[in-house]
């Protein structure tokens, strides 16, 4: 196929279904354009938005010990999301960390800041290493992108799991427009959610002994059974103020002695490993170019700028060399055995069995009852 790039951000023809319009325009540029855009306010009507969610918040959490919960990871957004919770909206929030076996220091530093920063507790959920490793390398073996599909089921179902067990109502994310409006392609290792028959397929194949205490909650429990019928509710605050990466970074800086990261998604140490190495080089996907191409759109990069980056790896080669070891020996592998399943055929989840189908439907109402405004290809 004849190569092909956006005009206005730089996702390309890497992305299966892409589209451009006359103006060379692709599909998630037009997405941003017609649905994001005209529905995306931080100017007074967001403030206002803020403000009742703030009182609606306080008021369901009167005379308990919080009065929502925040899953934070020591990263850009959910840490945040934590400021803006307690500081702009005057919450009683509990930080809630999971600690999955890949945090960086500078992640758990972050953490250690914002805690005393703040003044609020935090609860860490340590999840058993053993099944961790055990279930990383099964989906190793199964050759799909999707390598961070493990970390994501323990942050996400140990929190929801949490939260429903201390009836706390009210979860805060830091999901958010301003740096993921452009949602990187379910090729690319974005699966639309935590499917435990994709998992159960997997685990049967190429899984070794027992999951006793991984946290596996499936999608349609957490989307449909703690938040349809127990009355769960997920905010996203961040997308009711003006948040700039750039202006957020500095300011946790100042005000905490938070440090950034070199890129998105680096205060995991598999994540980063799997983002600039694994999948760029085994399936020729750059999560980056979603990444930039958010903040092309939402005018925090420009195109020149993302183009440069991009044609360079974040790390350099010894750097990726080492993580590489590492990965390896963390997971209990020797480096020709981690080597042999990067060169081992590559598969997707339509190789396993899986629910995607329903998963797809769910996304595509959610969409059309205006509750889903990011492109999902």
Known sequence: MEYKICSRCIMDISAPHIVFDERGWCSFCQNFESDIAPNWHVDD??????????????????????????????????????????????????LFHVDAGWNTDQAVGNIEKLVDGLGLDLYTEVVNWEEVKRLQVAFLRSGIPDQDLVQDAAFFSALYKFARQHNIKHVITGSNFSTECCREPEEWG????????????????FG????????LTDIFVYKIVYQKILGMKVHHPLNLIPYLKVDAERELAERFG??????????????????????????????RRAHFSSLIMTGQMTRAEALLRIAQPEMDEHFLSQEFEYVAHKLALSVDQLQALFDMPRHTYRN???KRWAIGLGARVMRRLGLEKRYFR
């Open 45 to 94: 009507r967001g403030a206002a938005q803020l403000a009742a969610m703030a009182d609606t918040i306080r008021l369901s959490g009167k005379a308990r010990d919080f009065d929502c919960i925040i899953g934070l990871s020591g990263g850009l957004d959910s840490s945040y999301a934590a400021f803006v919770a307690k500081e702009k909206m005057g919450l009683r929030p509990l």
């Open 190 to 205: 974005g699966y639309l959610g935590i499917d435990k028959r994709l998992f159960g397929d997997i685990w049967k194949q």
């Open 208 to 215: 070794d002994g027992e999951l006793g205490s991984f946290p």
């Open 258 to 287: 938070w440090k950034s990261f070199k890129h998105k998604h680096h205060e995991s140490r598999f994540t980063r490993f799997y983002e600039d190495y694994w999948l760029p080089r085994r399936f020729g996907y750059e999560k």
């Open 352 to 354: 396993y069995k899986n």
